[in-house]
């Protein structure tokens, strides 16, 4: 957004927007008099005014009608109040962005009628910039649109368009999959803390295993059996833990995980 005029306005400064505001400014995608913020708790305000150098105000209606592009940060539960109080701000040539887990685009865009409208679902690895965001884009939205939309997200990870019917399956992978992620982390170290290590060590050993092989896997290209099966030698150490792991389900238990998130998903966007 540097080169251009666009101002980027948030409605709800929480944990999301921060790290989206973060990411924006440290990448140099936006500069801080871009980006407006509204929140109704004057501390957030205080918070990210100082640490970012954006403006904020507690005054949803004034950070929209001065906005091009409008980013929906509130919790999901407030989208139908704010969508009402948005409306005789809103213009049909300004972007609307929602991050609101399981609002679809059909209720966005009855919201704000005529609008292009994004959905995005980031996750929280965001905060760091190591996120990956998934888009789909509204029957409005024109290549420009999502170029614009890619950009801003990038600054948090990567970003993948899908169409809205995949919506809850990734939620139920790259939404959910941080909590998964982190209940193999700790497991991991609780692992090595029980054939006796200090937990500090075990912990740094089990991070840097994760995201080693993670890495690995990304640089190489290398198939996830290719790589078990490069490190099982006959008789040894590793085929004695992935037996221990075949019989206590762990495949099929994150294969559930996800399953699970999706139909929980499912279910809350009918509520
Ligand atoms: N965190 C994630 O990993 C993640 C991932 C994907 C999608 N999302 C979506 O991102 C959205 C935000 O999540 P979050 O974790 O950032 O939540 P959050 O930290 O609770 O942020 C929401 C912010 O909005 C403020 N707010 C409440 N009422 C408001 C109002 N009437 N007008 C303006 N601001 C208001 C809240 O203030 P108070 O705290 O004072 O109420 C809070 O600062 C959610 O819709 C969620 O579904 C989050």
Redesign the pocket.
């Known amino acids: 957004m540097s080169h251009s005029q666009h101002q980027l306005g948030i409605?709800?400064?929480?944990?999301?927007?921060e790290s989206i505001v973060s990411c924006l400014i440290s990448k140099g995608v936006c500069q801080p008099a871009q980006i407006q913020v509204?929140?109704?708790?004057r501390d957030?305000l205080h918070h990210l005014i100082t640490q970012y150098q954006i403006q904020g105000m507690d005054d949803?209606l004034a950070v929209a009608s001065s906005s091009q592009v409008l980013l929906l940060?509130?919790?999901?539960q407030?989208f139908t109040?704010?969508a009402t109080q948005l409306q005789p701000a809103i213009r049909t040539d300004q972007l609307v962005i929602s991050?609101?887990?399981g609002v679809p685009l059909a209720r966005l865009e009855a919201a704000f009628g005529g609008c292009p409208v994004v959905r995005v679902?980031?996750?929280?690895p965001a905060i760091v910039g190591a996120g990956i965001s998934a888009i789909t884009v509204g029957i409005y939205v024109n290549e420009q649109h999502l170029a614009l939309v890619q950009r801003l997200f990038n600054a948090v990870g990567e970003v993948v368009t899908i169409p809205e019917s995949l919506m809850d399956a990734v939620t139920g992978l790259s939404?959910s999959g941080p909590a998964f992620v982190a209940l193999i982390l700790e497991a991991l170290t609780d692992g090595g803390v029980a054939v006796g290590l200090p937990r500090s060590l075990a912990s740094q050993l089990a991070l840097q295993t994760l995201w080693g092989t993670a890495t690995l896997v990304r640089e190489t290209g290398i198939h996830p059996a290719q790589l078990k099966d490069q490190v099982t030698s006959p008789g040894g150490t590793t085929i004695a833990g992935v037996a221990a792991l075949e019989q206590a389900g762990l495949r099929s238990a994150l294969m559930r995980a996800v399953q699970a998130a999706y139909q929980r998903s499912q279910e809350l966007g009918q509520i």
């Open positions: 409605i709800g400064g929480g944990v999301m927007a509204s929140d109704i708790s957030r949803n940060a509130i919790k999901p407030l109040e704010i991050i609101l887990a679902m980031p996750n929280t939404g």
